[in-house]
């Protein structure tokens, strides 16, 4: 480490000192060439010992340390890059969870089975985007679940129908979409909506702006 250490310094010394040695050099009148060449080293690494001893300790370390490889996250993983397609989906493991899962899962499929891929990714970012804001409940399945003012948050919850899902294309896509959301997938289709409805209703909301149109649903978060 020390001898990699004094290689990458004297490096380091002499690009920075090589155009005041050759110029010292250049300007020489001796008639001895080694005599010349040994003044003019002693003269180098002797400007290179007060080189590195006015480097930050930081530096010092750094220079000795070496570069560095690329660095990953802080997990050690990969980002997560998605593309909103079946095919992607399907070269992910058998996804399995907890009842965070199963509660995103199914309001996935009741909310926006009939939705292209985007669609269902869409209504995942509302709720995950609800559970990180203030004033929506704290878990997924707290965020379905929630009610006020007499209605449900997802209409499904509350229309009287039992919720048991039936297509079994329709909830592997749920259950692989839930998964990849619940792993740390970017939410890059809503801009950070918290409300979304289908194009033909038409909620009384108050102070909300759009953010996108997906598919059937349009998107919206509290204005600022």
């Given at each position: 480490m020390r001898l990699h250490l004094h290689r990458t310094l004297a490096v380091l010394a002499m690009t920075v000192l090589t155009g005041a040695a050759f110029a010292d050099v250049t300007v020489s009148q001796s008639n001895t060439p080694t005599n010349a060449m040994g003044a003019q080293f002693a003269s180098l690494f002797g400007a290179e010992h007060d080189t590195v001893n006015a480097l930050p300790?930081?530096?010092?370390?750094?220079?000795?340390?070496?570069?560095?490889?690329?660095k990953t996250d802080k997990a050690?993983?990969?980002?997560?890059?998605?593309a909103y397609t079946d095919g992607w989906l399907d070269t992910l493991p058998t996804p399995v969870g907890d009842?965070?899962?199963?509660?995103?899962?199914?309001?996935i499929y009741f909310e926006a089975r009939g939705e292209e891929i985007?669609?269902?990714?869409?209504?995942?970012?509302?709720?995950?985007?609800?559970?990180?804001q203030p004033g929506f409940p704290k878990s997924v399945c707290g965020v379905v679940h929630a009610t006020g003012g007499g209605?449900?948050?997802?209409?499904?919850?509350?229309?009287g129908m039992a919720d048991e899902m039936h297509d079994p294309v329709a909830i592997d896509r749920?259950?692989?979409?839930?998964r990849v959301m619940l792993d740390g997938a970017p939410r890059a289709l809503t801009e950070g909506a918290t409300y979304f409805h289908a194009r033909w209703s038409r909620p009384s909301w108050g102070n909300v702006v759009k953010t996108a149109a997906i598919g059937g649903h349009l998107f919206y978060k509290m204005a600022s």
């Open positions: 300790e930081a530096d010092l370390a750094a220079l000795a340390k070496g570069p560095e490889g690329q050690g993983t990969k980002p997560v890059l998605i009842a965070e899962w199963d509660c995103l899962r199914r309001a985007d669609g269902q990714f869409a209504v995942a970012e509302v709720i995950l985007n609800r559970v990180d209605a449900c948050a997802f209409s499904y919850i509350c229309d749920a259950s692989r979409i839930a």
